[in-house]
């Protein structure tokens, strides 16, 4: 695995202490992504896309694997994905705490990650054949 702290620095040549990897060639995804970019910074964390060639030797995933869910990865090195990547997230945004506080109700990360799964399936790519949306219907 490479090292993070050596692989990946923000747009401004700092380490960041967290990464959130997205799917570029999403316009949903992408538009999430640039409206948490300012709110990820100010906590010390930054974006990439998956499509990035580092981004599967730094996660270990084959592109298939890479483009079926956002990835949430820490410095420490904890990685999270889909609807686990949006309740670490959570964690981090004061305002995000309801979602962190409703994955602990029993059953609930299931529910989540079914919920995240659909979404993910019908997500419009802005390239003309979405290798999400094939893969995930498999899921």
Excluded: N
């Excluded at 990464?19 to 100010?42: Q, S, V």
């Amino acid at each position: 695995m490479i090292s993070l702290v050596s692989e990946y620095t923000d747009g401004k040549g700092r380490h960041a202490r967290g990464w959130l990897f997205f799917d570029a060639e999403c316009k949903f995804c992408t538009r999430i992504a640039r409206w948490l970019a300012p709110i990820l910074e100010r906590r010390g964390m930054a974006l990439a896309p998956l499509q990035d060639p580092r981004v599967g030797a730094l996660l270990g995933l084959s592109r298939e694997e890479l483009m079926r869910e956002m990835q949430f990865l820490l410095s420490d090195g904890s990685r999270f994905g889909g609807a686990d990547a949006a309740v670490a997230l959570a964690r981090e945004i004061w305002w995000g705490l309801p979602l962190v506080w409703i994955s602990k109700i029993p059953g609930m990360m299931e529910i989540l990650r079914k919920g995240y799964r659909w979404v993910a399936a019908s997500r419009s790519c802005a390239a003309e054949t979405c290798p999400a949306s094939e893969t995930s219907k498999r899921v």
